[in-house]
């Protein structure tokens, strides 16, 4: 996520010219031999993900496309990510543009370059799409709908993610999870870690379940009696 470009809006804004409606970008002038006045600019590249996404050089300098929108709609460099909030990084038009919440983390390695980690957010969302295939808008939906409570015990998630301990202990703690029928793949609604656990352990087997919610009655009436 390098944000290390010596242009300002002003300076692309003479050469380049983006619709937000569209999400195309269209050169004003001839920089190049192939990028020439009135020709959509940028190069689409696939990426790990198997999605194309938009890059645009311009002297030298390679510029995600995600960015140079979000350039040309505030006037300033986006010191963070910019999602899409469709997931696909083609539609590059206004509405479909988010900024990430947080920085992305930065970090100083010991031979003196910078690297940027994926900040909690960023990696919610990609952690989202990559092991559910929803976006994080539609994660959110789903845990309004829910009130942000699991949909079997009715609580809020407690149970933290693995790692060192940090003064922010609540960045640590975990989402809820999307349970998803293992047999059909179809998202069912969120859960907390232990009950998500709980289906997992008895193989989604609502029998097992069953008899298990009544083995437990069987025997505090026991004790009761
Ligand atoms: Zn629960």
């Known amino acids: 996520?390098?944000?290390?470009?010596?242009?300002t809006y002003e300076d692309l804004a003479k050469v380049l010219d983006y619709?937000?409606?569209t999400g195309e970008f269209t050169w004003k002038v001839s920089v190049s031999s192939r990028a020439l006045a009135g020709g959509l600019a940028g190069v689409r590249q696939r990426m790990q993900n198997g999605k194309d996404y938009l890059s645009i050089t311009y002297?030298?300098?390679?510029?995600?496309?995600?960015?140079?929108?979000?350039?040309?709609l505030t006037k300033e460099w986006p010191d963070r990510s910019v999602f899409f909030i469709d997931e696909n990084p083609d539609n590059l038009r206004a509405p479909n543009l988010k900024i990430a919440?947080?920085?992305?983390?930065?970090?100083?390695?010991?031979?003196?370059?910078?690297s940027y980690k994926m900040n909690t957010e960023q990696a919610r969302h990609y952690g989202l799409a990559r092991?559910?295939?929803?976006?994080?808008?539609?994660?959110?939906e789903m845990h309004a709908r829910q009130g942000g409570v699991c949909a079997i015990c009715g609580l809020k998630e407690t149970s933290k993610l693995p790692g060192r301990k940090t003064k922010d202990s609540d960045s640590r703690t975990r989402d809820l999870s999307v349970d998803h029928?293992?047999?059909t793949g179809a998202i069912r609604n969120l859960?907390?870690?232990?009950?998500?656990?709980?289906?997992?352990?008895?193989?989604?087997?609502?029998?097992?379940?069953?008899?298990?919610?009544d083995y437990l009655d069987r025997h505090s009436q026991k004790e009761a009696a």
Not at 101 to 110: D, L, M, N, Q, Y
Request: hydrophobic content about 40%; charged content about 25%; aromatic content about 8%.
């Open 131 to 140: 092991s559910y295939g929803i976006s994080y808008t539609e994660y959110a």
């Open 181 to 183: 029928d293992h047999a």
């Open 59 to 72: 002297r030298g300098r390679k510029m995600s496309g995600a960015q140079v929108a979000w350039l040309f």
């Open 101 to 114: 919440e947080h920085k992305a983390i930065r970090i100083t390695g010991k031979d003196g370059k910078t």
């Open 191 to 213: 859960l907390c870690n232990s009950c998500n656990h709980i289906l997992g352990e008895a193989k989604d087997n609502s029998k097992v379940l069953r008899a298990a919610a």
């Open 1 to 7: 996520m390098a944000k290390a470009v010596d242009f």
């Open 19 to 21: 619709d937000p409606l």
